[in-house]
Every structure is written in C-alpha cells, then in structure tokens.
C-alpha cells in the first residue's frame, strides 16, 4: 500500500490541520523533537504507520488508531 494512502477519516490535529494519508502522519511524527519520537506512543504509531505501508488490509486501521492514541496522550501529558 503506498504511502499516500488515504484514512478513511483524516486525523485532526490542534488547530485544525489534519492528517490524511500515511506520509502525512509519519512527516508529522518526524517533526516531533528526536526524545518525543522514541516516546512508546510514537514507536508504536510508527510501527503501524509502516506495517499499513508493507502490507495494507486492516493496518490502516491500526495505524489510524495509532495516531489517535499517541496523539491522545500527548494531550493529556500538557
């Protein structure tokens, strides 16, 4: 499945921006700072993120949920 993959819903950020397709997530994770990255919430949003790219079906799902769980307890460590 290629990185330009689609969500089947796109992933609101803070702000408003969203986060559509695979690349977009791991851009967004890749501009986090380098010791946030290696946070277990972001190791496992990317191990989602490339298990979706590699081998598609239902990891898109996982990926999607991924995101939102890292994303979750990012909210709720500020």
Same mark, same amino acid.
């Given at each position: 499945?290629?990185? +330009? &993959?689609?969500f089947d #819903?796109p992933?609101g950020l803070r702000?408003? %921006?969203?986060?559509? &397709?695979?690349?977009e997530?791991a #851009?967004?994770?890749?501009?986090l700072p380098? &010791? =946030?990255q290696? =946070?277990p /919430?972001?190791?496992? %949003?990317?191990?989602?993120?490339?298990?979706?790219?590699? &081998?598609?079906?239902?990891?898109l799902?996982? %990926? $999607?949920?991924?995101m939102l769980?890292a994303? +979750? %307890?990012?909210a /709720?460590? $500020?």
């Open positions: 499945m290629p990185w +330009s &993959t689609l #819903d992933i702000g408003g %921006a969203k986060l559509r &397709t695979l690349q997530a #851009d967004f994770i890749m501009r380098e &010791t =946030e290696q =946070e /919430r972001w190791q496992i %949003a990317i191990e989602m993120l490339i298990n979706a790219a590699e &081998t598609g079906g239902g990891w799902m996982f %990926a $999607r949920i991924g769980r994303l +979750s %307890a990012n /709720r460590n $500020r």
